[in-house]
């Protein structure tokens, strides 16, 4: 399964790198030059080191970001877990899932991945001091600067992090308190000023004339077309959404069959809940996946994507679980089964899923 799942990464790399890199490459132009702007970060950082930006640096920069979370996905799994044999169905279940890496392969250049990878390296590091709290206050930061809509996306999960990993772990007091309640004000503000102040305040020509003299080929001007979302208010996003809703809603069938496939998984998610040692640690576990459920669903009611929103929020369960795991439990939970035929078939199903998608199942 696992060598399937190396063959189906190259497949869809391969698959992506026809498609036209529309919203990704536009990102990589967009920077600060007409003052504060959201979704503008990447594009900024990419500025400082050239001022043409080539169509080519979609996929080698994704390429590089998604290698680089792989191996520190993949490093979290053996501390957690391990990478013996045993606990192969876990990790077929949780990096070869079609919500996974292989949907992240999908979406290449998309800012999701990024929410990601800072999520594993919080799960990575020592979470014993107040630094640990001020770092997860910067990696939130820098995610709503990536994209504002990362606030609902993986912020939450940072946040779930830092409770189970320090709160739960060392105990609130004043100092983790004040400085958690400070860096979420912080965010939240950053939040505020990225959705109503952050469209572009010029007029949208100006605006693609700049992006396209940044552009090493200013003569595929249609890579431009979706310049449009610097003005978009939320008012039109929403409209856009509910307009397609009746159409969109027709996935939800699918949805949840990829939900399902993966249930040996969440049977052994529940278990390592049911097992915590402290029964308060289990409520706010399950208070946690309720939050950082219902972030998603709003983003449901707001934008479209629901492939990606699904994805992501499969993802954010599968990060959780490795916090979980570090909790203290009253008893050991057994692993996923390899010798159970269900749980090979299921296996087999999620490793040959190439992905999930954007806005629509497949």
């Known amino acids: 399964m696992l060598a399937v799942n190396v063959a189906v990464f190259a497949g869809v790399f391969l698959h992506k790198i026809t498609?036209?890199?529309?919203?990704?490459?536009?990102?990589?132009?967009?920077?600060?030059?007409?003052?504060?702007?959201?979704?503008?970060?990447?594009?900024?950082?990419?500025?400082?080191?050239?001022?043409?930006?080539?169509?080519?640096?979609?996929f080698a920069l994704g390429g590089a970001t998604w290698l680089i979370t792989l191996g520190l996905f993949v490093q979290l799994f053996r501390r957690t877990f391990g990478l013996d044999d045993e606990h192969m169905p876990l990790l077929i279940f949780t990096a070869g899932s079609p919500f996974f890496f292989k949907n992240f392969m999908h979406t290449l250049g998309?800012?999701?991945?990024?929410?990601?990878?800072?999520?594993?390296c919080l799960l990575l590091l020592p979470a014993r001091s107040i630094a640990f709290v001020l770092l997860a206050a910067l990696f939130s930061v820098i995610l709503v600067l990536i994209h504002h809509i990362h606030l609902l996306m993986y912020v939450p999960t940072i946040v779930v992090?830092?409770?189970?990993?320090?709160?739960?772990?060392?105990?609130?007091?004043?100092?983790?308190?004040?400085?958690?309640?400070?860096?979420?004000?912080?965010?939240?503000?950053?939040?505020?000023?990225?959705?109503?102040?952050?469209?572009?305040?010029?007029?949208?020509?100006?605006?693609?004339?700049?992006?396209?003299s940044r552009m090493a080929d200013p003569s595929r001007s249609n890579l431009l077309s979706f310049s449009y979302i610097w003005y978009q208010p939320l008012a039109k996003e929403l409209r856009d959404t509910w307009m397609r809703m009746p159409s969109n809603l027709l996935g939800i069938p699918m949805f949840a069959l990829l939900i399902f496939l993966h249930a040996?998984?969440?049977?052994?998610f529940a278990g390592l809940i049911r097992s915590l040692a402290v029964d308060w640690h289990r409520r706010v576990v399950i208070s946690a996946l309720t939050a950082v459920s219902?972030?998603?669903?709003?983003?449901?009611?707001?934008?479209?994507?629901?492939?990606?929103w699904i994805s992501n929020w499969a993802?954010?369960?599968?990060?959780?679980?490795?916090?979980?795991?570090?909790?203290?439990?009253?008893?050991?939970?057994?692993?996923?089964?390899?010798?159970?035929r269900k749980t090979t078939v299921l296996g087999w199903v999620v490793t040959l899923i190439p992905?999930?998608?954007?806005?629509?199942?497949f």
Request: aromatic share 14%.
């Open 19 to 58: 498609l036209p890199p529309y919203v990704p490459y536009i990102h990589l132009l967009v920077d600060y030059h007409f003052g504060f702007t959201k979704r503008a970060l990447i594009g900024a950082i990419v500025s400082l080191f050239s001022s043409r930006v080539p169509v080519w640096l979609v």
């Open 110 to 120: 998309h800012f999701d991945i990024y929410g990601c990878s800072l999520a594993v």
């Open 161 to 212: 992090i830092v409770v189970l990993r320090h709160y739960l772990v060392q105990g609130a007091n004043r100092l983790n308190l004040s400085g958690g309640v400070a860096a979420a004000a912080a965010v939240g503000a950053l939040f505020v000023a990225a959705q109503f102040y952050g469209s572009m305040p010029v007029p949208e020509a100006q605006f693609v004339n700049y992006l396209q």
């Open 264 to 268: 040996p998984l969440w049977k052994y």
């Open 294 to 308: 219902l972030g998603y669903f709003v983003m449901f009611v707001i934008v479209f994507d629901y492939s990606r």
């Open 315 to 340: 993802v954010c369960m599968f990060l959780i679980m490795h916090a979980v795991k570090t909790l203290p439990a009253s008893q050991t939970v057994p692993p996923i089964s390899g010798d159970d």
């Open 355 to 361: 992905r999930v998608g954007i806005v629509r199942p």
